[in-house]
């Protein structure tokens, strides 16, 4: 069992940066790939970024690129995800997740590959 919970939201401006953390606990950390989905109402829970167990390898949805990055420290299971220049479209819940696998560098994009989820943060990102 893997127990994921979500820090760093809150209300930002336009133009404004916040860094999303998710602490992650009840396995070894390195053995999961992370991601970050986010979503607003009404709309699909959608990818915003993911990352291969190893680090090595990370996605992107193209929302973000150029302006998201996500990272993760294996020492301290933790996975983060830094939002700049944020917008007001990237107002939602924003949620971490955990996918179990056994490839030290693939990235899962589908919300289906995941086995684990955090309960969520708000973002708000006002105009």
């Known amino acids: 069992q893997v127990q994921l919970v979500e820090s760093g939201g809150g209300v930002v401006q336009a133009g404004g940066s916040l860094r999303l953390s998710c602490a992650a606990s009840g396995r070894t950390f390195s053995t999961y790939g992370m991601g970050w989905f986010r979503q607003a109402p009404g709309k699909e829970r959608d990818l915003v970024g993911a990352?291969?167990?190893?680090?090595?390898?990370?996605y992107y949805g193209d929302s973000v690129k150029g302006r998201f990055t996500i990272s993760r420290d294996n020492a301290k299971n933790t996975v983060s995800l830094q939002m700049n220049s944020l917008k007001p479209e990237d107002t939602a819940i924003y949620y971490c997740a955990a996918w179990i696998g056994l490839s030290s560098d693939y990235v899962p994009r589908g919300k289906n590959e995941y086995d684990y989820w955090g309960q969520g943060t708000q973002v708000t990102v006002s105009s």
């Open positions: 990352i291969s167990r190893s680090g090595r390898s990370t």
